[in-house]
C-alpha cells in the first residue's frame, strides 16, 4: 500500500525538492498528494507543479484568526486523505485542534539542534551564543512548539567566519538526506508515536534523538532493498 503523503511549505522548498527526489525510486511505496503553502508566491509551489504534484495556496492572510485558518487548512488536508503530514519550512504555529487532529502522523524539521533554540532566528541566535555546533532535528509535532519526541539530528560545525546565511545553507544541506531518511523509515511501519514516545522499529527512541551519522549507508543503500 503506498503511503499518502501532504507537505506544508512556506518558502523556497528545498526540503520538499529533497523529498520528492528520494520518492522518484519507489512510486509505490510513497506518493505525495499534495502540497500547500500558506504563501502563494513560495517558491515550492513551482517545484511541486513542475513536479506534477498538486499544489495549493491557503492564505493565512484571508483568516481572521488562527482557529479559521487552522480548520481551513485541516478541510483542504483531509480532502487528500493523508497518512503523513510533513511540515517543511512551514512558518505558522499551529492550534491545538490541529496538531491533535494529526498526532502521530505529522512532523516538522527545525533548524537547530533541539532543545537548544525553539522558535524562530536560530541561525542568528547560535552564532550569538558562540556554540561550537549546529544543526537540525526531525521531530513529532505536539502541543509544545518545537517540543515535540526527537527522532533524529543532524549536525555542522560551525566556522569563525560564518554567518546567518552560511549557517542556514549547511544546515539545509544537511537536511536534505535528514527528511527523507525519516520519511522512509515512517513509510515503511518503522516509525511510530506510541503515547508520547518516538520509537523505531519497536524500540524507544532516546529523548535526545537519534543522529544521522549512524545511519549514513541507510540513505546510500536502497531503503526497500529486502
Ligand atoms: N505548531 C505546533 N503546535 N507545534 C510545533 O512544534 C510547530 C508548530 C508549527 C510550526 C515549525 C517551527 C519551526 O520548526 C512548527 C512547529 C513557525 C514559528 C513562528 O513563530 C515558530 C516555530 C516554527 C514555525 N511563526 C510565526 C507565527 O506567528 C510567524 C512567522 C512568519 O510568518 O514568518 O506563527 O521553527
Ligand atoms: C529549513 O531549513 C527548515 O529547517 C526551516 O526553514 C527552512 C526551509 O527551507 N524551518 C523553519 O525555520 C520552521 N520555522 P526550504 O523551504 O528550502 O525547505
Known sequence: MTCRILVLISGSGTNLQALIDSLQAHPDKGQIVAVISNRPQALGLERARNAGLNALALDNRDYPDRESYDQALIEQIDRFRPDLVLLAGFMRILTEQFVSHYRGFLLNIHPSLLPKYKGLNTHQRVLDSGDSEHGSTVHFVTQELDGG??????????????????????????????????????????????????CLDGQAIPPAGLRLEDFNNDMREDPYAS
Request: hydrophobic share 45%; proline share 6%; glycine share 2%.
Open 149 to 198: 519526541p526527537l527522532i533524529l539530528q543532524a549536525s555542522i560545525q560551525v566556522l569563525s567566519d560564518d554567518t546567518p546565511a552560511s549557517l542556514a545553507t549547511r544546515v539545509q544541506q544537511q537536511e536534505h538526506n535528514l527528511y527523507p531518511l525519516v520519511m522512509h523509515w515512517f513509510i515503511q511501519g518503522r516509525l511510530r508515536l506510541v503515547d508520547d514516545q518516538a
